[in-house]
């Protein structure tokens, strides 16, 4: 899977990139792993240049999120017709829910009329062939487009907006595609020794035991060493993950003592 | 500029990418724009082809971040020793600052001996022609090289190191090739209107007010619509890009007023 997020307030560090941790945790949680998280403004010829290179680099699944609102700078549906070389249009069944969210809204007394003005319509216009996904917490529709082997999502930027749409209609697509597959984690921590020391011990065990994969993520500094390490391996079957991580920490942790340094087991 | 950082713990969504928000919002706010945010995992040839991507947009700087560390899974410098196809070596004045960090810790009784084993010298190892930039939080030095008229610039992944070195030895290039240009922002709140409504509104102010950019982030639902309205201007002179915001938020208030919305200004 590939995630590209567009919008200017994460270029101009506005915002913290939620969306797309939220995004890669859940695809990796079910199996699924994420190669490349693209950034890019709210411009037409950019959102249509990432697509495209994603493309090329056929993923089974491409994810964006943004710029799918009313407004001028929601572009990437606009970016995603151009990268395509498809028409933009109305999408019936996409006008349909957005008519039907403006109608509950008048009759809530929320608006006055339920009419359809530019930028309402807008929200339901999509490349020709798009699949639009239906919103259950705002107003502007998703959208689904199959092109070969890569189906591409096009999710709202609002985090419980684009959360709603991926649980309700993407997480079936990639539990299909997972094959059962799952990612397991573990973490451990290693005081008194510093990362130069331990690199040697992390290849070895990474050598021993196979599939599983072993990150050091240093948290004090290289003189006062705090070390976080994180063991991951993908599986089917969740007892063989469970023998892989606990043998890999087990074995990381003598290697770590007989250093001198000391372990500690992360909190759950 | 643009900004590739490095970490399968990125796209495994295990930690938020702080990193490129704090490097971004601190280019910006220096009249410096950000074009592209790019995250691969720790992986040499996907290093080395976002590398060669970024450089073949021609943007002024690159800033990467991770994996620079001792680890076997620490890339970046073979990553971009492959890109710009150049030999990797001992840098000398790389080892020299690595030796004086590990003569220190063992001063200071930290460590036994301050030999430098091969994960130590591994991060004195840079691609030819690089120039080290020193650390003054960490052990792992940076590292800038020169490419045609692009700056790559590589920063470790750990925060305070990754911000001490940006603050000492990128800013003084940064302000200088911004040549006194400012970013300036300000953010009101819409209520009680809709997006949707707001659209043409935002568009009428762009129009008649030039070079402010007004971006709506909808915090609320399009339901219960609580607005928030980001206008940014880009300018050498204070003066003017104060007069150029008043002007755009006061002419943005009276128009959302007149369609009964409510408007607030931010907590500053």
Redesign the interface.
Known sequence: MEIICVG???????????N?????????SLGI??????????NTK?IST?IN?ALNRSPRFIVTTGGL?????DKTMEGIAKALDRKLAVNGQALKMVKQ?YE??AR?G??AKAEL????V??ATMPEGAKPLPNP???APAAKITIGKTVLIALPG?PPEMEAIFEDSIIPLLRKEAKGRM?MEQTIYADSI???????L??NV?HEISRV?I????KG????PHIEL?L?TTTTNIQTGKRRLRKATSRLSDLIEKAKGSVMAAEQ
Do not use: C
């Open positions: 200017n307030e994460l270029l101009i560090g506005k915002i913290i990139n939620t797309a941790t939220w995004l890669a945790r859940r695809a990796t792993s994420v190669k490349r998280i693209t950034v890019i403004g709210d950019e990432a290179e609102g009313p407004t001028f700078d969210k509950t809204f809530q929320k608006i003005t530019p930028p309402r807008k929200m917490v705002g107003t609002v990612f510093m990362e130069s020391t331990l690199a040697p992390i290849d990474m994969y990150k050091s993520h240093p500094q290289e003189g006062e994180h991951s």
